[in-house]
């Protein structure tokens, strides 16, 4: 089977961006975009929950060589 025009590769909790730009290029993509999302948690105080930012979510599309 051959692999797929397009692909995303998320960035993973102990990778730099650099090793996860390694990584698709190591399986022959180019990143041509960078999406970025943030993660939230909900957090109970005083008896009332907050939503509060926790982390980022970084993925990268990759396009075929």
């Known amino acids: 089977m051959s692999k797929p ?3 995303k590769f998320e960035v ?3 990778e730099t961006i650099d ?3 390694d990584r698709m ?3 022959g993509y180019l990143p041509v975009r960078r ?3 943030p993660v939230f948690q909900e957090v109970t105080r005083n008896g009332g929950i907050d939503v ?3 982390g980022r979510k970084i993925v990268f599309e ?3 060589q």
């Open 5 to 7: 025009k397009k692909q």
């Open 12 to 14: 993973k909790q102990n």
């Open 19 to 21: 090793q996860c730009l």
């Open 25 to 27: 290029k190591a399986e």
């Open 35 to 37: 999406m970025e999302e």
């Open 52 to 54: 509060e930012p926790c």
């Open 62 to 64: 990759g396009i075929l």
